[in-house]
């Protein structure tokens, strides 16, 4: 049988809460218990009073002033089976004879009661003894069972009304608590089962510093981690499918490709130089060409342990020689200023060399006509960092965070693998890419550890 958190919870509290109310029941009959007790000491002190000498008269006025002292009331049977009574309207005889035990004249009903006019009572009655100036009388204490439950309940009341008010506190107290710890196990559940669906959307932590709080922490970073985790896969099932594709067709297009610039440029040294700008225009596309399909090739594949140490002054020098006529005729400023210290990282420079072609070119085709890509490289704490900026609007909202993706491009005629490549060749030398605005221009900034052994001068 399926037993409920909520009840498995309640029940034990329950218990204790029952275990509370017994306690509470007890002490309150033990005041109860205890000021009955008082209650017939008192009466017995009063009668012992009246009856033990040295004593005096038992007349109306005394038995009024002691009727107002004790409020009970008091009858007197004299010797002359007369009665004197405090009674307001004098009951008839009969109904106090029948109480009255004439035999040894001492009965003590104070634990049970009778009926005078209608009215309960408790009764003490005593035998005056002989030396008494009442001698041979008989004296009855009657003891409204109204005003003694009035005494008992005064006793009790503090007990019961403390209990009941911890026992309802307690019990608010618990059921709200239940319900709370029971509501974040099933808002934890819903989350569970949405990350098992796939949602792995980070989810407000409550306040508070305790174990659901932790859960609720230990939930949310397991949903990051396998959000981080699907997205590598995703990236890694990209790269692996398109190293297949590109095995064949992209070796297909490159000899296409290079047969084709080797033929222009064989027949632009064969035309005069005023017809060579159409040839020149065909030549830069077909390198182009030549550049995407080599990026193809590159993405997918393991980066190439063949390593040397390389000098990143000259591929960067290499790489602004090649592109600056594009920036010329685009009519924008190119800026390469290298360090006076040594550049080298332990690096193959062709993969070098497309990692930062790709950064430059990216940045001169976000620059526009007219615009300005600066080339910086700068020492810091772990190594070398390359920084492209340009005066380009920068990346559009809707691809920031998924740039360095493949096939995303915010160019119409981009098809978004030159920021891939250039982070997977990034991350092969435990390096990071990146990018970020700063005031009206966009930089790119990659960075290559170095140790001192791989260092040579620039």
Not at 3 to 19: A, D, I
Not at 133 to 149: D, S
Not at 181 to 199: K, M, P, T
Not at 358 to 385: K, Q
Request: hydrophobic share 45%.
């Amino acid at each position: 049988m399926r037993l409920s958190l909520r009840y498995r919870l309640l029940l034990p509290l329950l218990l204790l809460l029952l275990l509370e109310i017994i306690g509470t029941a007890w002490l309150a009959g033990m005041a109860v218990e205890a000021a009955e007790q008082r209650v017939l000491a008192q009466l017995r002190s009063v009668a012992q009073t009246l009856t033990e000498p040295p004593t005096f008269p038992l007349t109306s006025r005394v038995l009024e002033q002691m009727r107002g002292l004790t409020g009970a009331e008091f009858a007197l049977l004299r010797t002359d089976q007369s009665w004197l009574t405090t009674f307001p309207s004098s009951p008839p005889p009969t109904d106090l004879e029948r109480l009255v035990v004439i035999d040894d004249g001492h009965r003590d009903e104070f634990h049970s009661s009778v009926l005078i006019q209608g009215q309960a009572f408790r009764i003490l009655q005593l035998k005056l003894p002989p030396n008494h100036p009442n001698a041979g009388g008989t004296l009855v204490i009657f003891f409204p069972e109204a005003r003694r439950r009035s005494l008992l309940w005064d006793a009790a009341r503090p007990l019961v009304i403390l209990g009941s008010a911890g026992a309802i506190l307690a019990s608010v107290l618990l059921g709200t608590a239940t319900e709370r710890l029971v509501q974040s196990i099933r808002d934890l559940q819903q989350r569970s089962r949405a990350i098992a669906e796939g949602n792995f959307a980070s989810v407000p932590v409550p306040p508070g510093n305790d174990e659901i709080t932790d859960l609720y922490r230990a939930i949310d970073e397991m949903a990051r981690r396998l959000a981080d985790f699907e997205a590598a896969w995703r990236s890694s099932e990209r790269l692996r499918i398109l190293g297949q594709f590109s095995g064949g067709l992209a070796h297909q297009l490159r000899n296409i490709a290079s047969g084709a610039r080797l033929a222009l440029q064989l027949h632009t040294m064969e035309v005069p130089a005023s017809d060579r700008e159409a040839l020149e225009v065909a030549f830069r596309q077909l390198q182009r060409l030549e550049q995407i399909v080599q990026q193809y090739l590159q993405l997918g594949k393991p980066p190439s342990d063949q390593r040397e140490p390389c000098d990143l002054c000259q591929v960067i020098g290499q790489v602004v020689d090649l592109l600056r006529p594009q920036a010329s005729h685009a009519e924008i400023t190119l800026h390469w200023q290298p360090p006076a210290e040594p550049a080298s990282i332990s690096a193959n420079p062709i993969e070098l060399g497309h990692l930062v072609h790709n950064l430059i070119a990216n940045a001169i085709e976000a620059a526009g006509r007219g615009g300005r890509v600066e080339i910086n490289l700068v020492r810091f704490s772990g190594g070398w960092r390359l920084q492209v900026c340009d005066t380009g609007p920068g990346p559009l909202a809707a691809i920031a965070e998924t740039l360095f993706e493949p096939f995303v491009t915010g160019r119409e005629q981009g098809i978004g693998l030159g920021l891939a490549v250039a982070r997977q060749i990034a991350e092969a030398y435990r390096g990071r890419i990146f990018w970020e605005r700063r005031e009206e221009c966009t930089v790119f900034i990659a960075e290559f550890p170095v140790e001192s052994s791989q260092e040579v001068p620039c």
